[in-house]
């Protein structure tokens, strides 16, 4: 067996400057989601004073925008109210990305992790998770909603998201939140909070007070998984041969805690993820490859940090392909991540089949991360592999 140990030291700058404040009002009957700002709306606090990022960092923002926010037992209401004084500057091309606005949610109030949501002024929304205080992991997919209406003033633009979407802590009533706009054709990044002119971080979010939702759910997922394969030959009118197969599998994600995540997968199916870009390698060192299954997705930054100048977990090592285009199988794998305090820590392990020349493996990773000074980590990580049989 292998395995090895590294003590990691992350030193962020911290903020004292004082962050705006906006306050979640309840409201009885929840505002229609279809980009019309109704009445409703005058009845929630507002966020105004949008600051650019770029191009002029620290200038007040050259088109005004103001933000309503509203919730209920189950939903966070956001509206943004965008003047546009030249339609014709709007870019909302479907090619590249359009107009819009952003809203970012830290529900721990830790200035490092944040959700991500993204509408366009052509209506295509996005979103993802941000770890390490600026990362973002793409592969994030929550579940909301949003529309947009253009007016003769401008355009409007609302979401509704569950607060079943997001893990947050129950007694926590405090959260961090920011609001952007993008004005394209002007190469303009404008933020409610001030932000540095070298990137979005987390810790300079304004603050979300307020914060009532209703309790959390089970939080179980199951995925099973079944496929059914027939394979036949014909050859010169005739049978050659024919083959047919099953297979079967399973995943599930459960959620105990408001920061615990289980996941455990049983010969689990990649087939259907995005595949790799092609690439011809002509040195004698392995490619670097994008993470893009599931299982290994889900709280990646617990175990690969985000700012450590070499990625110490290779993940894609793990059911790595082989050069005849097989893939190592994976048998099964689970996985724990949590959060203590200011700390988070992960558990992962993963057992692989035997193929060609490669040995049943068994793949273990220990990660362990704690704030410390403000917005520095101070992090701990053991991977091993143990190639004995074992079964």
């Known amino acids: 067996m292998s395995g090895a140990v590294f003590l990691i030291v992350w030193l962020l700058g911290t903020q004292t400057e004082s962050l705006p404040v906006i306050r979640a009002h309840y409201c009885s009957t929840p505002p229609v989601i279809d980009g019309v700002l109704e009445p409703a709306w005058q009845e929630a606090d507002s966020a105004t004073g949008f600051i650019q990022q770029i191009p002029e960092n620290g200038r007040p923002a050259s088109e005004p925008t103001t933000v309503y926010l509203l919730q209920d037992r189950h939903n966070l209401y956001i509206a943004f109210r965008c003047p546009v004084s030249d339609f014709s500057q709007v870019h909302d091309r479907l090619s590249d990305e359009p107009d819009g606005v952003r809203v ?13 949501f993204i509408v ?10 941000i770890t390490g205080d600026g990362t973002a992991y793409e592969n994030w997919d929550g579940v909301w909603r949003s529309a947009v209406r253009r007016h003769d003033w401008g355009y409007g633009i609302e979401l509704a998201i569950p607060f079943r979407s997001l893990r947050y802590p129950p007694a926590r009533t405090e959260w961090g939140i920011d609001f952007a706009r993008y004005l394209v054709r002007r190469g303009e990044r404008s933020f409610w909070s001030r932000h540095e002119v070298t990137g979005f971080r987390v810790s300079r979010m304004g603050r979300l007070t307020g914060i009532q939702p209703a309790g959390r759910g089970l939080g179980l997922e199951l995925y099973p998984v079944g496929l059914v394969r027939h394979e036949q030959l014909v050859l010169s009118h005739a049978v050659g041969s024919d083959a047919l197969g099953a297979e079967a599998g399973l995943d599930l994600a459960w959620a105990p805690t408001p920061s615990g995540n289980l996941q455990f997968t049983l010969l689990p199916d990649f087939a259907q993820i995005e595949a790799d870009p092609y ?43 082989l050069p005849d285009g097989r893939a190592v199988p994976i048998l099964t794998g689970v996985k724990w991540t949590d959060r203590l305090g200011r700390g988070q820590y992960g ?45």
């Open 104 to 116: 970012l949610i830290d529900p721990f109030d830790d200035n490092v992790n944040a959700y991500c």
């Open 120 to 129: 366009g002024f052509n209506g295509v929304e996005s979103d993802y998770r």
């Open 279 to 321: 690439k011809v390698n002509l040195s004698r060192y392995e490619l670097w490859l994008a993470e893009r299954r599931p299982f290994f997705i889900e709280a990646v930054e617990t175990f690969g940090g985000s700012y450590q100048p070499v990625k110490i977990f290779y993940s894609r090592r793990i059911g790595r392909p």
């Open 347 to 391: 558990l992962l392990g993963v057992l692989t089949g035997e193929l060609a020349d490669e040995p049943q493996s068994f793949y273990s990773v220990l990660a362990a991360r704690h704030q410390i000074l403000g917005n520095s980590e101070l992090g701990l990580l053991y991977a091993g592999k143990d190639n004995r049989q074992f079964s």
